[in-house]
């Protein structure tokens, strides 16, 4: 008798168990469908691309191509899903400008401060930093964690 009691304990455990990967599971199908449903149906296209999403989304905006370098200025792989985390993503481009080779940057980024962060869109924050000067860049942070270099007007 004691060992069907233990079978019947190792069933419902594993029941239990089922039930709760399957929660696991279907949440994380739920959360990304909810991500691709953030993303305007006229934009979907260009999910896979940064700039060209960041243009379809944003009104009078679009990546700075103009300089030598990309308008993608890091790649964190830090996914983003609110401010606090935009911040921690600008957080590390500035360490990895302060130990990079060109030491000018690398003087001037220690002396950066992020101040705030604000939810753009379902995909984009706007994460502003200040130097010693007081002086105001702003960096936009995508949901995947790149940070792009972006220009607004008409």
Same mark, same amino acid.
């Given at each position: 008798m004691k060992n069907n009691r233990g079978d019947?304990?190792?069933?419902?455990?594993? &029941?239990?168990?089922i039930i709760l990967v399957g929660v696991v599971?279907?949440?994380?199908?739920? &959360?990304?469908?909810?991500?691709?449903t953030a993303i305007p149906e006229e934009c979907q296209k260009y999910e896979?691309?940064?700039?060209?999403?960041?243009?379809c989304m944003v009104d009078m905006c679009w990546c700075d191509d103009s300089s030598p370098e990309?308008?993608?200025l890091y790649e964190t792989y830090i996914k983003v899903n609110n401010e606090k985390e935009a911040k921690d993503a600008v957080y590390a481009y500035?360490?990895?400008l302060m130990y990079g080779?060109?030491?000018?940057?690398?003087e001037k980024s220690k002396n950066m401060?992020?101040?705030?962060?604000?939810?753009?869109?379902?995909?984009?924050?706007n994460v502003f930093v200040v130097d010693e000067e007081e002086n105001?860049?702003?960096?936009?942070?995508?949901?995947? &964690?790149?940070?792009?270099?972006t220009i607004c007007g008409v």
């Open positions: 019947i304990k190792i069933i419902i455990i594993l &029941g239990i168990l599971v279907w949440q994380a199908i739920k &959360g990304s469908e909810d991500k691709n896979n691309d940064v700039c060209e999403l960041f243009d990309s308008p993608i500035i360490a990895e080779d060109d030491l000018l940057l690398a401060k992020v101040v705030d962060a604000i939810k753009l869109n379902e995909c984009f924050y105001e860049t702003v960096y936009v942070v995508s949901v995947n &964690g790149e940070i792009i270099k």
